[in-house]
């Protein structure tokens, strides 16, 4: 068990619609990142947070948004949805920013999102 | 432009064998971090490595070791003595200047009984 949780585990959705992602880090963990890993598009990076502020974004659709709440835990938005966007979501943390020393990354078990 | 590749799509070794993934990548940064992570069949991520541009030194860790080498922009990864446990997509990856991360498209690697 890493000590991340994602909710839900598995989101059945039609296009158009929006759904939102949870991700709680492991205790103590102020970086959080997002990925994307589909078939077509291979693991991708989404975004990352650090206590609360975005540090990088990477290939994020202006359709998706996130935040990094006060108690650290983060929201991936998917909006407008389309059959492309399924696709497997990871979260993962790690305790700091990348500079200096051990900075190893605990992912969660990622949410699978269908889009019919 | 930053680009990460792994060139070897997939890779059968039997168990017991030495094997080497093989990782290139592309930046002009002068400071980024080199990753490796593991994705067994069951699907999760695992963290295996994260190396600094600054640090060269070769890392061991167990039946697992890396190969930094800046000169030819590679950072490779041997498993000895390959156990069935080790059959996983392997994804090796870059963290640039800016924190974005840019990954190869994996390696899978089978390893038989």
């Known amino acids: 068990d890493s000590g991340v949780t994602q909710t839900p585990k598995h989101l059945i959705t039609a296009t158009g619609q929006r759904v939102t992602l949870r991700c709680s880090p492991r205790s103590g963990d102020l970086s959080v990142y997002w990925y994307q890993q589909s078939l077509d598009q291979g693991l991708q990076f989404l975004i990352q947070?650090?206590?609360?502020?975005?540090?990088a974004k990477g290939n994020i659709l202006e359709r998706f948004s996130a935040q990094q709440f006060p108690d650290l835990h983060s929201e991936l938005n998917l909006s407008s949805l389309e059959l492309g966007d399924s696709a497997l979501y990871f979260c993962?943390?790690?305790?700091?920013?990348?500079?200096?020393?051990?900075?190893?990354?605990?992912f969660g078990p990622g949410t699978r999102l269908t889009v019919l | 432009a930053q680009k990460v590749t792994q060139a070897q799509t997939e890779i059968s070794v039997v168990e017991k064998e030495d094997v080497t993934l093989d990782c290139v990548y592309e930046?002009?940064?002068?400071?980024?971090?080199l990753f490796w992570y593991k994705q067994p069949p069951s699907g999760e991520l695992v963290f295996l490595i994260r190396?600094?541009?600054?640090?060269?030194q070769n890392e061991i860790s167990g039946r697992y070791s890396w190969n930094f080498q800046k000169s030819t922009s590679s950072f490779n990864f041997t498993i000895t003595a390959s156990q069935v446990v080790d059959s996983a997509v392997y994804f090796c990856a870059l963290e640039n200047n800016f924190n974005k991360f840019y990954f190869g498209s994996g390696t899978k690697l089978n390893v038989k009984p």
């Open positions: 190396r600094n541009s600054f640090d060269e």
């Open positions: 930046t002009r940064d002068t400071t980024y971090y």
């Open positions: 993962a943390s790690s305790a700091r920013l990348a500079g200096g020393g051990d900075n190893e990354q605990f």
């Open positions: 947070y650090y206590n609360g502020e975005e540090r």
